[in-house]
């Protein structure tokens, strides 16, 4: 994900997560006000990507 910063420079940033279908075939989403998206979390440092998910 990119963000903007008040001078509108783009830095990156990494977010790491995991899908889960369940056998109903229903699934988890977080709703934003414009948007959906699958529930992650920012990298902290020294973590690894299954770390960060599983956190």
Known sequence: MATT???GELRQVK???F???RSN???LLMK???RYDLPKGH???G???QQT???
């Open 5 to 7: 910063s008040a001078v």
């Open 15 to 17: 977010s790491c997560g």
């Open 19 to 21: 899908f889960v279908m």
């Open 25 to 27: 075939q229903s699934f």
């Open 32 to 34: 934003h006000k414009n």
């Open 43 to 45: 990298m902290e440092p």
């Open 47 to 49: 973590e690894t990507e």
């Open 53 to 55: 998910a599983l956190r």
